[in-house]
């Protein structure tokens, strides 16, 4: 694919935009089960990718693809890591087959490596479905006038089932300190509440395997999003990581953690194939 230079300002929307939650590439030589079909939907569209591609000249080049698959459904629903997605076959409109081929979530390869779920619903900032997964390819288009792919064959893996447990701290904003917990403490998992200035609080996550620790979030005491909750982010420690939520004014007095675990997942693949899409207009 032709060297890709992006404005200074696209370069930070993405930067921004980015997240880098990613879990190391393993061993995979064992067979992976597939999904049945029964009670998995499968969609597809075609479009043109959203950044404008330059040549080493700084000339505009032929946009590529952007090949986004949804699994809906039986275990899709429930899964709570995705990746190892691969597209094995493509053919252009003059029947041959497509270029470089990228799997990508927040512009990260997804070739080789699993990435939390984050983000279900409809929103225009949800990265997946409400009841399933998506994944996203970015496909070189060798001419601009190519407007359909055909013969579209390809996989992702997610993981899903095994035990799941829901830790809940009320009123984080006052309940300052080590969040005592049965279900962290026998897993060698500390998490520290702490509070910087009025509007922002941090939870310090720490222990021997973090892998399975899935989610940190503050939200009301019924799970639903927070209107004072301005910005969030995490940063990686060597010995842990570390969430900040920025709130405006301040943190709400039933500011409440939740820390999702999940763990023995089950590793499944769902293979997808689709006879011809069209580009969306």
Known sequence: MPDRKYSPLIFLILL????????????????????????????????????????GENKPVSRPFELVVDAVGEKAKDAVEFGWAKLDSAKAPDGTGVGTVEPLSGYFDLSNKFKRITDRGSGIFAKHPKDGVRVRFEIERKNR????????KGRLRIKTGGDRKL????????????????????R??????????????TIQVTGKDLSRVHRVAI????????????????????????????FL????????????????????????????LELEQ
Do not use: Y
């Open 219 to 246: 939200l009301s005491p019924e799970q639903k999003k927070l209107s004072a909750l301005k910005a969030s982010s995490w940063s990686r420690q060597e010995d842990g990581v570390t969430h900040t939520f920025l």
């Open 188 to 201: 060698g998992i500390s998490v520290v509440v702490s509070k910087i200035g009025i509007d922002t609080l």
């Open 16 to 55: 921004l935009g980015m997240s880098v939650e990613s879990i190391p590439a393993q061993d995979l030589s064992d067979v992976v089960p597939k999904v049945s079909d029964a009670g998995l939907k499968l969609n597809a569209k075609l479009k043109l990718s959203e950044m404008l591609r330059f040549d």
């Open 249 to 276: 004014p301040s943190p709400p007095a039933d500011a409440t953690v939740f820390i999702f675990i999940a763990e023995n997942l089950q590793e499944f693949e769902i293979p997808f194939e689709f006879s011809e």
């Open 145 to 152: 006038s190519w407007a359909k792919l055909s013969n579209i």
């Open 167 to 186: 830790i809940k701290h009320d009123e984080a904003s006052l309940n300052l300190g080590s969040i005592e917990s049965k279900e962290l403490e026998s």
